[in-house]
């Protein structure tokens, strides 16, 4: 199974500051076609994960800008630029490009 | 507006079985692909099974290969996870997920809580 490794564990960050999580595949996620199944989740305390970046780069529709996406074959990069209280939670991201699908430990993004 | 509403978690003892439940409103279900994700308390996600939109297809994790099974009535929008010899391990929040594409889950539900002790 691809295994996925995020760093750092825990990110704490002052509001209004730039938060960067890490994520690293131990294969390469660029599928056959040449897309890179590459998503990015949050999942905020006590709810369901939400989608926030697919296919490495590619934005959900009602997330805000701060937030980017970015990397290549086995090494990707999520960025949230001016954090805010309500981006506290958990950050997975997880590959889609080789069955089983796996997800990395999460990222818990805190305030300081 | 999408929704995909579990049901059908519990308690339930070690070697026991359960059927969880899902179903989905707001979209065409027989177009996407749905899956089933888990987490177990205070740990990450975990990717459990995955059916095509005719059911014709279905992947599991090796770890419930062989006791989970995963399948949808395409006709009642609903999507099931019957999981047999159940284990302590398999304690989890199990959520339903429709899948955007090559496991980029664009939706979830709210989760069901099984219990197995």
């Known amino acids: 199974d691809v295994v996925m490794t995020q760093s750092p564990l825990s990110l704490p960050v002052t509001l209004g500051q730039s938060a960067s999580f890490s994520c690293r595949s131990s294969?390469?996620?660029?599928?056959?076609?040449?897309?890179?199944?590459l998503t990015w989740f949050q999942q905020r305390p006590g709810q369901s994960p939400r989608r926030l970046i697919y296919?490495?780069?590619n934005r959900d529709s009602g997330v805000p800008d701060r937030f980017s996406g970015s990397g290549s074959g086995t090494d990707f990069t999520l960025i949230i630029s001016r954090v805010e209280a309500e981006d506290v939670g958990i950050y997975y991201c997880?590959?889609?490009?080789?069955?089983?699908?796996?997800f990395g430990q999460g990222t818990k993004l805190e305030i300081k | 507006e999408v929704q995909l509403v579990e049901s059908g978690g519990g308690l339930v003892q070690p070697g026991g079985s359960l059927r969880v439940s899902c179903v989905v409103s707001g979209f065409n279900f027989n177009v996407y692909w749905m899956s089933w994700v888990r987490q177990a308390p205070g740990k990450g996600l975990e990717w459990v099974a995955h059916i095509k939109n005719d059911g014709s297809e279905d992947y599991y994790v090796d770890s419930v290969k062989g006791r989970f099974t995963i399948s949808r009535d395409n006709g009642k929008n609903s999507l099931y996870l019957q999981m047999n010899s159940l284990r302590a391990d398999d304690t989890a929040v199990y959520y339903c997920?429709?899948?955007?594409?090559?496991?980029?889950?664009?939706?979830w539900g709210q989760g069901t809580l099984v219990t197995v002790s």
């Open positions: 296919k490495v780069s």
């Open positions: 294969q390469s996620l660029v599928y056959i076609d040449g897309n890179t199944h």
């Open positions: 997880m590959q889609g490009t080789h069955w089983p699908y796996t």
């Open positions: 997920a429709r899948d955007g594409g090559w496991g980029a889950v664009d939706f």
